[in-house]
């Protein structure tokens, strides 16, 4: 414990040092394979078009408010039909995912999830034309949640 | 599910036809994970909201599939084009039969 707790403080003081969070990471293959399932097809989701909001710095992991905004006309030709969100390391990787289409007129959703330690959190957009968009976002959490007990 | 369920609805008042809006919707619920031991080392068994939807009369507007991951006293926020008054139809549906309904009048001017 002491000596996560030491690590916690060397990361948090390494970034205020520094300024910036690290560089993203590659995605674990577990959470890759997730999205694959999801995606139902080969091709990678591009980075872009969705913005996931989320602190990156979050003090209780069993409510962790969220959002996830789509760029999209939310046209009948050109609209998001779904939202989904991923975590790399909750014990089920799946969060949640969400059915959209004109009749909302924005592509926005917000929810409250939990994150049982720090890790990615990935939002993925698939529109109308079938193609996938993603943005993930590193977060770090002080205390758990009790996913685990 | 022995006591009654609680749920809140947030519909804006008074809107326009052709204005976006916001829809919450949070529901009284533990969402147990399913992978979380008792006091005896026993996991306690998954009791979670797993489908969320609203209709805008008997049209779906929105749905949310729903795992685990999701926080107690789930919340969901959604936007919506107002075209024309109706009326809202909230369910939600979950392990051991859980099931609840909510209505909220949608008045566009």
Known sequence: ?149 | MATAVRALIHVPRQVRQGDIVEIRATIAHVMETGHRPDAEGRRVPRDIVTRFECELDGTLVFAADVYPAVAANPYFAFDLRAERSGTLVFTWEGDRGFQHRETAALEVT
């Open chain 1, 1 to 149: 414990m002491t000596l996560r707790r030491r690590t916690l403080v060397l990361a948090g003081g390494g970034w205020l040092v520094l300024g910036v969070r690290p560089a993203q990471a590659a995605l674990a293959p577990a959470l890759v394979d997730a999205v694959r399932a999801w995606a139902d097809t080969a091709a990678a989701p591009r980075t872009g078009r969705v913005r996931l909001e989320i602190a990156p710095l979050v003090e209780n992991g069993n409510a962790v408010p969220i959002s996830v905004k789509v760029e999209s006309p939310m046209s009948a030709a050109d609209h998001v039909r779904e939202i989904a969100v991923f975590t790399e390391r909750n014990p089920q990787l799946d969060v949640a995912r969400f059915q959209l289409g004109p009749v909302n007129g924005r592509a926005e959703v917000a929810t409250r999830i939990r994150l049982a330690t720090s890790q990615n959190v990935v939002a993925l957009a698939r529109l109308s034309d079938g193609s996938l968009w993603q943005h993930a976002v590193d977060v770090l959490v002080t205390l758990a949640a009790c996913i685990e007990g």
